[in-house]
């Protein structure tokens, strides 16, 4: 348990210097439980400090001073020696084998990429959706034969999408969800796209993320079940997914059909109400409030709600019926702190809770 660590638990990241990376090292610096002692990145590094390799980029933070020190050493366990946990912002070219090859080696890997999040013994959590599906470790680690284990989050726009879902889920069920999302650059790594395709523009299309979102969706709201795995949730998803020239920060536009009846009194007080496991044991990087929901009638907006909680909360808001489903309403999320980073940090706090770190 996290009140009876005697010292910070020793970890790395892996992709170091890209965005998602330096969104780790933002969150893990200074962190009460992990201490940040490695940084990975490609071997053409070859051992130079992060600060004369990498570029900071994040706008709201400098490089911390004790991190442009660090050596940015090849993505290889032995590379690592001491490190119990690493976090993973590899991209999904080459983050299955690497992350297997630290499991393999008895280190826990809190993964970003995509690779794992549908295989039949791999969590795909968020704490305050399906803390539960950790269950699923004893499994994995049995069946790979592997002391360590792998951990992943959700897609950057299934987050905020399926955080909004959980508690009415738990109150109403869910028979259908329909939704649009309106999803920012930092969504597609730096630099993102070329300024020429998305200033003045819209894109209606980014490649596999509608089935990731649907897929992902289904496991998340989903069961963890001894001699059976995961079992999706009984729920239809439609999404539609496109890229707008907003820098962080994924809103989406979302229709739902209710198995039982709740008036819009009932699904807002839901929403704000919902205080589940994080909030309960009070994690680090836990928001107060999972959820917010905003009254005025053109909130949630992207540069004014992205960052509410630290950026770890989902804000909604204009709920109203809908002619064809129950209700509709539009929920956001911050695509590279809750939907990436943060939401991998916090899957960290969770197991530290559950005994498994």
């Known amino acids: 348990m996290a009140s009876q660590l005697q010292q910070r638990i020793p970890v790395a990241v892996l992709g170091a210097t890209g965005m998602v990376g330096q969104r ?53 366990p032995e590379a690592l020696p001491g490190v ?52 699923a470790i004893q499994e994995q680690r049995q069946r790979r034969e592997w002391p360590g284990f792998i951990i992943t989050n959700a897609n950057c726009s299934a987050t905020p999408l399926v955080m909004a879902l959980k508690p009415l889920q738990q109150a109403f069920g869910i028979k259908k969800a329909i ?15 070329p300024s020429y395709d998305i200033v003045d523009n819209v894109i209606p299309y980014i490649g596999g993320e509608e089935e990731k979102l649907e897929r992902e969706t289904r496991k998340m709201l989903g069961t963890w079940e001894e001699g059976r795995g995961f079992v ?14 907003t820098r962080e920060g994924h809103l989406e536009c979302v229709s739902i059909e209710l198995e039982r009846q709740a008036t819009p009194e009932d699904i807002i007080a839901v929403w704000t109400n919902y205080q589940p496991e994080p ?24 540069v004014r709600d992205r960052n509410a909680g630290r950026g770890m909360t989902a ?6 019926p809908c002619p064809i489903l129950s209700y509709k309403f539009v929920v956001l999320g911050h695509n590279t702190i809750r939907g990436a980073a943060g939401g991998s940090v916090l899957n960290a706090e969770l197991c530290v809770q559950k005994g498994l770190l």
């Not at 909030?279 to 992207?302: C, F, G, N, V």
């Open 24 to 76: 780790f090292i933002e969150l893990l610096h200074n962190h009460p439980w992990f201490e940040l002692v490695g940084l990975a990145a490609s071997e053409q590094h070859g051992g130079r400090p992060y600060g004369e390799v990498a570029r900071w980029r994040l706008p709201e933070s400098d490089m911390p001073a004790s991190v442009a020190s660090l050596p940015v050493v090849a993505c290889r």
């Open 315 to 320: 804000t909604i808001g204009r709920l109203r």
């Open 84 to 135: 119990r946990v690493v976090f993973s912002a590899l991209p999904g070219e080459v983050a299955g084998e690497i992350e297997e090859a630290f499991a393999r080696a008895g280190v826990a890997v809190f993964s970003n990429a995509k690779n794992h999040r549908m295989a039949p013994d791999v969590p795909l959590l968020i704490p305050e959706v399906n803390a539960d599906h950790v269950a």
């Open 179 to 193: 939704l649009t999302t309106l999803q920012a650059i930092s969504g597609a790594g730096y630099p993102g796209l």
């Open 232 to 245: 999706d949730a009984p729920l239809a998803v439609s999404a539609h997914c496109t890229r707008v020239p």
């Open 279 to 302: 909030q309960q044991l009070k994690l680090p990087t836990a928001p107060a409030h999972p959820l917010i929901y905003r009254y005025e009638e053109d909130r949630p907006q992207t």
